[in-house]
Each structure stands twice: as structure tokens, then as C-alpha cells.
């Protein structure tokens, strides 16, 4: 996939504002709602906003220090690379959503959660937003972040971001179905 640094970099963002408002939205709701499971082993939407900040605990810090120490000058074209793209690709919500399994670590099923998630997890959205925008100054195709699954495979900072968010809109479209919203 080829395209405009700059076009990806304003896509992510909207799409992260928009998960913001999604989250206000979820924050409206009682503690009944938010914990709701819509079938046996089915996550609530508490459960799906705990899994995402989980991942974004790994992701910001490490976006945030890929931009930091990033000696690759701002490049207009972004070029995915095949397995990040693949990655991001995956994330992204289907008509039938494909059920996927979560490393032990980000899996939140059985916690005890309080709304308190959606706030932390509104704070870590709002830092991404920040990153997105520092991300406008390096180079997204040669700048690299490690990813959860291993510290010997890293990609691409525009791979990561699509990753990233495209992850956050599969499990905010999934607590928008557990809380009854969709």
C-alpha cells in the first residue's frame, strides 16, 4: 500500500477523535451496561476497553519514544510495509467480524473493572493524539517500533499507527455491540 504520509497521518487522527466520542458515549452508561456480556465468553464492553489499554500501556510508550529518537526527516510518501500491512489489515472490522484470540497478558475477561477504564483509556487516546501529530516530523516508512508479539520484529511507525487504531475501532464497534449501542 502506497499513499500520502501526511493523508494517513489526518485519517488516524479522525478516526481517533471519533473513538474518543465513542468513548464519551460509553461513558454515559451504567455500571449494568458496561458489564453486560452479550453470549457466555463474550467480552463486555468494560472488557473490550480494559484490552485496549492494555495494548495502548505497550503502544504509546513505544511510539512515543520511536518519534523521540527517530533520526529519519518527514518523507511525504508512506509505503506499508507487506507484514505490517497485513497486521493492520487484520484489525480492520468485517461485516463478520473473525474471532481471534488475545495473548493471556491483554486478556481481560474475569477483571474486575469500574468505569474508571473508560477514563484511562480516554487519557491514553488523547496522548495518541498528540503522537499523530509529532508523527508529522519523521519519516513513517524508515522510522520502526517494536510490536507486543516479539521484540525481534519491529515495523514500520505507519504500520504501527494503522495497527493501532484500526484495533481500536474493531473493539470499539465490539463494546458498542456488548453495551447494546449497535
Known sequence: MKTESLSLIDSLTELTERHLRELARLQSLDAHRLNQKPAPGAWSALECAEHLRRYLGFYVPEIRRAIGSSSHPFSAEFRSGWLGNYF?????????????????????????????VLDELTAQLKELL?????????????????????????????????????????????????????
Open 88 to 116: 493492520a489489515m487484520s484489525m480492520w472490522p468485517k461485516e463478520k467480524p473473525n474471532p481471534m484470540r488475545t495473548f493471556k497478558a491483554m486478556n481481560p475477561e474475569g477483571s474486575a473493572l469500574s468505569a474508571q
Open 130 to 182: 498528540e503522537l499523530l501529530q509529532a508523527a508529522r516530523s519523521v519519516n513513517l516508512q524508515k522510522t520502526r517500533t517494536a510490536i507486543t508479539i516479539s521484540s525481534w520484529i519491529t515495523l514500520r511507525l505507519g504500520d504501527t499507527l494503522r495497527f493501532v487504531i484500526f484495533h481500536h475501532e474493531r473493539h470499539l464497534r465490539q463494546a458498542f455491540r456488548a453495551a447494546g449501542l449497535e
